[in-house]
């Protein structure tokens, strides 16, 4: 589990969901990482800062784009 230091030291590396359609304050964001049985999934959450407090909004397969926009960014 990371702690909230290591999020804000590494949330340059998530991505930001700017559609109108899925604003959200705070701001929702996502990233892609491997299950432990090597499915990828794209996880998209909020972190209220006020609290200290990650949400989780969803987990699913990521399409093609988004695989090579993420991996292509790192």
Known sequence: ???ID?????KSQFFE?????????PSTKWFISETDS??????????YEDRQKFAI????E???AEIEMFFKAK
Do not use: Q, W
Request: hydrophobic share 30%; proline share 3%.
């Open 17 to 25: 969901d700017e559609r109108e359609e899925h604003r959200t304050d």
């Open 38 to 47: 090597g499915r990828l999934l794209k996880i998209c959450f909020m972190f």
């Open 1 to 3: 589990h990371k702690t």
């Open 62 to 64: 990521p399409n093609k």
């Open 57 to 60: 909004k969803s987990a699913f």
């Open 6 to 10: 290591e999020y804000i030291a590494v």
